[in-house]
């Protein structure tokens, strides 16, 4: 299974760093579990942990708020909850670009990696 499909990119110097909301490694742990299996999905959570690529961001109170406000300004889109959460810790962290492949973050004003062919 690949890994988690949004993250947020931070470029530090020395490199690029990954930052995974923890609702995100959430729902990807979860669906590791479910598709192939708990030991996998043991494993993975052990790798993402250790990583010095990866870093788990915790969400906050202000960061529920302000996805709670994100989710209801876009009662017009499919945006979920999730991705609103994911959004909010985003702009806390001061990060503009997103490894994704859901449109959702340029709806939001961020840059998705890999950019999308026009």
Excluded: C
């Amino acid at each position: 299974m690949p890994p988690p499909a949004t993250t947020s990119v931070a470029r530090p110097k020395g490199g690029t760093r990954f930052v995974l909301g923890r609702p995100v490694l959430i729902e990807y742990l979860d669906e590791v579990t479910k598709r192939v299996g708990k030991r996998d999905a043991l494993l993975r959570l052990q790798q993402i942990e250790t990583s010095s690529i990866w870093g788990v961001e915790p969400d906050t109170e202000e960061d529920h708020a302000q996805a709670r406000e994100l989710f209801l300004r876009y009662d017009d889109q499919s945006i979920d909850m999730t991705d609103s959460l994911s959004f909010a810790i985003m702009e806390r962290l001061d990060l503009r670009e997103a490894f994704s492949f859901d449109p959702d973050f340029e709806i939001h004003g961020f840059a998705r990696v890999p950019a999308t062919k026009a």
